[in-house]
């Protein structure tokens, strides 16, 4: 491994601690306070389909803010292993309490019905999960690179709009960038949108 691979690695491994040492308190108070003020922001008020996830391994929880997005007539999406294209995504219709199946990561996923697949031309905004962000809007994932490679095959100008979701403990200064990582357009935490340099 290279020495960044390594420092990627070790920037990884320790922010997954930092987010799974939160506690569920912690994680209830951050999850209600992320549905209380990013339902208002302009880019959420604006987006009419709009992607989250079931969150895993500590990140911060968008359930109540699915909720939310729902009652006020969002369609909404989640992710699934793609079925023929290796490590990518596909993004599938949600109803907020539907009934999931595991994927092979263990994190709940809707049955693959190709009736309520919802192309990426059709998402106004992506929500997506993150390891750690910078204030450049940078993103380090899980490692698997599946958001870095389904949204790299986008034009820029036709993807989605993107924010990642994260606790304040999975921000650093400066994290280490390969040139295949697709930067957030806004993070946002518990308290609001962060305001991201450049
Ligand atoms: N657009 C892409 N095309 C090809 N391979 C990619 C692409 N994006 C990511 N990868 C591969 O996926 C791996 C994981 O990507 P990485 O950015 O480290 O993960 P994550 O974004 O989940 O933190 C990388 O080693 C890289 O080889
Ligand atoms: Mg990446």
Redesign the pocket.
Known sequence: MSVDTLS?AAC?HQLRQARRALSPEQQKQAAIGLARHLPDHTLVQHAQSVALYIANDGELDPHLLAEVLHTRGKRLALPVLHPFHS?HLLFLEYLPGQPMRTNRYGIPEPDLDKTRVVPMAELDLILLPL?GFDNAGN???????????TL?CLDMGARPQLIGLAHECQRVDQLPV?P??VPMDAIATAEGLIDLAG
Not at 139 to 149: H, Q, S
């Open positions: 990627r990884r490590q390891v993103r380090m994932g899980m490692g698997g690179g599946f958001y870095d490679r790299g390969a295949w990582d």
